[in-house]
């Protein structure tokens, strides 16, 4: 399963990764719907991970705009 990630905000990837990882720490899960739960959380870790690096340089672009004024 593909994450598209514009269609899905920092909040919603949260949420739905840590639901996967506490899905996975419970150790119910078959084998197959394992990996396929694997594979969706890396994806939404990707995708925080880009939201939080493009959060942090845009506060970096409004820092250093206040600091020129």
């Known amino acids: ?4 990630k514009n269609d ?5 990837a949260l949420k739905d990764l840590e639901k996967i990882v506490e899905d ?3 150790g119910d899960m078959e084998l197959e ?3 396929t739960a694997y594979e969706k959380g890396i994806q939404l870790k990707n995708i925080c991970e880009e939201r939080l690096k493009n959060a942090q340089e845009r ?3 409004i820092q250093n705009k ?3 004024n």
């Open 1 to 4: 399963m593909t994450v598209k």
């Open 8 to 12: 899905i905000s920092f909040e919603e």
């Open 33 to 35: 719907k394992a990996i």
């Open 59 to 61: 506060i970096e672009l």
């Open 66 to 68: 206040k600091q020129e």
């Open 24 to 26: 996975l720490n419970n």
